[in-house]
């Protein structure tokens, strides 16, 4: 009867976008897929029935894993998922939406979005730049759409922060996603473009995503390899949800961290919430030598569940230079969110470029044959907020592949204007195509013509 008189009452409106079932559907005490999947596919089918005007419909996830047996129904028309606390959301949104596209096949954005679930670290980035970094994001990673900012009525509205929307809408423009067939950019041999600076350090940011509570490969104890060149090994293990020793004794994984650090220097421990249900506790030993003993107890016991954010913050220890075994344990009742940070530990001797790129044929698209991103990696809120100051990189070069031969124009856009800036003259030869970027400070985007190519809009 709900969604009768839902159909009833509004599908006549040009507001409506489409039909959402749950928002997280997964943020239960429990989730079944067996209950979840057949009642997705029965409603949806109804309510395909019922609407006259044929909307659009999802459903959406606390996170990003979801239930791939609910996201795979052909019933359902797009994917949604959401994503708080990440440090750098450019990097780990377009990961994930590269990736469900790929699995799945149908239109993925991310329907929320925030530096953490009570804007931990939103009211200190008054330039918007977790906003900025997710719109650009959207647009370059095969998303049906710019990630969707939560905090709006306590944040982008008191900060004027509507003005970094328009860049990306003139970007966009014109642009012919109904029919350009976009795929994952091939992107390589990114390097200076000329003289290469001398080698740097920077800070190795550990983020990790992984989390349940289910018995995972994550959900074990585990060793972890951090070497200089900013890689961990193993992949895929390093968890987000750290459990302690009652609630779930099984799923207790504790982290040890086989580190070689070139200059003395910190090892930091980020909390982000702490469990409601009976809190946790955190211990880090140096060589096996306790170091950081912290009990975060449950105020009220068994009383309220609601995650608690009184411990949140950083918990750092000095590490001498050299080759050490840093040991991460939460031997309390339930679990935590961890992230880990090792400034001046990364030696760096590339760019410190991430690019994400979109190609087509350009003959289907109107003579466009890519959109690109290129943003600094240190360019993110968590920096900012840290009080770093990004450095400008010098001028770099990448290649992309797949390119029909021919001559193309690269034009170049300021993201913080929405203005064309520059443009150059490129050949690809062999199916290869190498753009040519100038000094970068904090990003800057492109869009590749096919010369002589009528196009539907030019700025």
């Not at 996201?71 to 469900?100: N, T």
């Not at 041999?189 to 989390?211: F, I, M, Q, S, V």
């Not at 994550?218 to 992949?235: K, R």
Request: negative net charge.
């Amino acid at each position: 009867r709900r969604l009768r008189y839902l159909v009833a009452r509004w599908s006549y409106s040009p507001a409506v976008l489409s039909w959402e079932f749950w928002n997280e559907v997964n943020i239960i005490e429990r989730y079944i897929s067996e209950t979840s999947v057949p009642w997705h596919r029965d409603m949806a089918r109804y309510l395909r029935q019922l609407d006259p005007y044929d909307h659009l419909i999802t459903t959406s996830w606390a996170g990003h894993q979801g239930d791939p047996k609910v996201d795979e129904l052909p019933e359902l028309d797009y994917i949604q998922s959401h994503q708080y606390g990440a440090r750098d959301a450019a990097k780990f949104m377009s990961e994930v939406c590269y990736e469900k596209a790929e699995r799945f096949k149908k239109p993925h954005y991310f329907g929320e979005f925030g530096t953490g679930t009570l804007a931990e670290g939103t009211r200190e980035d008054k330039d918007g730049i977790h906003l900025h970094n997710g719109l650009w994001s959207g647009v370059v990673s095969q998303a049906c759409g710019t990630a969707m900012l939560w905090w709006w009525d306590n944040y982008v509205e008191p900060n004027n922060l509507y003005s970094l929307l328009k860049p990306v809408a003139e970007f966009v423009k014109g642009v012919p996603f109904n029919k350009a067939e976009f795929r994952r950019a091939q992107v390589g041999d990114l390097r200076y473009a000329g003289t290469a600076p001398p080698a740097r350090l920077e800070a190795l940011n550990l983020d990790p995503d992984r989390g349940s509570w289910e018995p995972a490969p994550f959900n074990q104890p585990n060793t972890f390899v951090v070497s200089t060149d900013g890689t961990v090994e193993p992949e895929g293990r390093l968890a987000r949800v750290f459990h302690g020793t009652r609630n779930h004794p099984t799923l207790h994984n504790p982290a040890t961290f086989e580190v070689d650090y070139p200059a003395a220097g910190k090892f930091i421990v980020t909390v982000t919430g702490v469990s409601g249900h009976g809190g946790a506790a955190l211990k880090v030993y140096l060589d096996g030598a306790l170091k950081i003993d912290k009990d975060f107890a449950d105020p009220d016991g068994a009383g309220k569940t609601d995650t608690l954010n009184e411990y949140n913050g950083d918990y750092p220890l000095d590490v001498p230079q050299g080759k050490h075994t840093l040991r991460v344990v939460n031997d309390g009742n339930d679990w935590l969110y961890v992230q880990y940070r090792l400034p001046d530990y990364r030696r760096r001797t590339d760019p410190g470029v991430q690019v994400y790129a979109l190609q087509c044929d350009p003959a289907k698209a109107d003579g466009l044959a890519a959109l690109v991103w290129l943003k600094n990696e240190r360019y993110n809120w968590f920096n900012y907020v840290q009080g770093e100051e990004f450095r400008q990189i010098a001028p770099c070069q990448f290649t992309l592949s797949g390119v029909p031969e021919g001559q193309y124009e690269v034009e170049w856009w300021d993201t913080y204007t929405g203005k064309v800036t520059d443009r150059q003259q490129a050949t690809a030869q062999q199916g290869m195509l190498t753009v040519v970027a100038g000094k970068l400070l904090n990003d800057v985007a492109c869009k590749v013509w096919r010369s002589g190519a009528t196009r539907t809009v030019r700025p």
